[in-house]
């Protein structure tokens, strides 16, 4: 017998109890409903379509339903468009039944064309890998995520994963007398929370980074607040102040870079790099075995070569995956954001929500 439901963001439902099921190599804290009840706004619905036939049967997709005549199109009727929280989403769990998944891919897209959704965006996660599980999208490969293999055990990791550039750059920050401190839980003080925000925002003004990379502080307290112990702070401190940062995600058998940061007047000291040292051995010696470090801006940039040299046999490709659900608004759309927005809609024309940038 199949179960199908719809929990939001209120409801107890059947999320937390899915995610629970997972193996602790499919447990990606992208997908609870802990990180969904701390990144949501008001203005964004939450849902997450599920499905249970057995243990071996069972996936959930939690994602934001956003308004799109908010964003002041003039439409015939009330439309949206559904996307994920920052990081990955799609539909996660177990299909070894294909009638079963095929059922579940037929049923969800259904529901989202009966609730007036126009497009669908979707950020896979490359290590659970599970665009596999959402049969109706276009699969693009976009860019390459990095990840450490923690089971090779510190001295496997030091000796076969890291490049020479990184070993010496550990030795060097070592001779700096730099010191990480790693919290998690409720081992994290509201002051560390702001120790971090400031360092990470000083860093995305320094980059220039787009808005949307920017959060404010209740954001991050909303985060510790609702992840517990699946929220991880590294702080690494030159003579007692805070230089470098970064919040890790945990779950399972598996940790996230999330954001971070380094403060631009220590930038020469490279404390970064050794801050993921103090990281990959407190993530070893608790049991983890993932370490995904992200993908980059754009293929092959520095980026991805400075995460790359802690892991230099990775090969993790990042997918996104689009649909468009309603092709005869979605073209409405699309016309009224070309003739209000040329130059936005000219520069972002290759993306399928790319009616949401107007400036």
């Keep these: 017998m199949r179960e199908y439901g719809l929990d939001t963001k209120l409801d107890d439902g059947n999320w937390k109890g899915l995610h629970k099921r997972l193996d602790p190599y ?14 949501h706004h008001d203005y964004d619905e ?70 007036n959704v126009v497009t669908e ?14 049969s109706y999208t276009d699969q693009l490969d976009v860019l390459d995520n990095v990840y450490i293999d923690l089971s090779a055990g510190v001295d496997g990791i030091w000796q076969d994963s890291f490049e ?10 070592a001779s700096y007398d730099l010191q990480t401190h790693i919290l998690t839980g409720d081992e994290i003080k509201r002051s560390d929370l702001e120790s971090f925000y400031q360092i990470y925002t000083s860093t995305m003004q320094r980059n220039d980074a787009d808005s949307f990379y920017f959060f404010d502080l209740d954001f991050f307290l909303s985060l510790h607040k609702n992840m517990g112990q699946m929220l991880m702070l590294a702080l690494t ?50 049991g983890f075995d993932i370490y995904s470090m992200g993908a980059s801006i754009a293929r092959g940039d520095s980026i991805y070569s400075f995460k790359r040299s802690f892991a230099r046999n990775c090969v993790n490709p990042f997918y996104i995956g689009i649909k468009v659900h309603l092709p005869e608004v979605y073209a409405e759309i699309r016309n009224q954001w070309q003739e209000r927005y040329p130059e936005a809609a000219a520069l972002h024309a290759n993306k399928v929500q790319g009616y949401r940038i107007q400036a």
């Design 121 to 134: 965006f979707v950020r896979y996660c490359p290590i659970t890998n599970n665009r596999r599980l959402h």
């Design 237 to 286: 401190y030159m003579e007692g102040k805070a230089i470098t940062t970064e919040l890790v995600l945990t779950s399972g058998k598996l940790a996230f870079a999330f954001l971070g940061g380094t403060l631009g007047e220590y930038y020469q000291y490279k404390a970064n790099t050794f801050q993921r040292w103090e990281l990959v051995k407190y993530l070893c010696e608790h």
């Design 46 to 115: 939450v849902e997450c379509f599920w499905a249970y036939q057995d243990e071996s049967n069972f996936l959930f997709y939690p994602y934001l339903i956003k308004s799109v005549n908010a964003l002041g199109y003039d439409l015939d009727d009330q439309y949206f468009d559904v996307s994920g929280a920052y990081g990955y989403n799609g539909p996660l769990g177990v299909a070894e039944d294909q009638k079963f998944l095929s059922e579940y891919n037929s049923r969800l897209a259904e529901h989202l064309r009966q609730k």
């Design 164 to 173: 020479y550039r990184v070993r010496k750059t550990i030795r060097k920050g």
């Design 26 to 39: 499919s447990q990606s804290p992208f997908f609870t409903k802990e990180y969904y009840t701390s990144y």
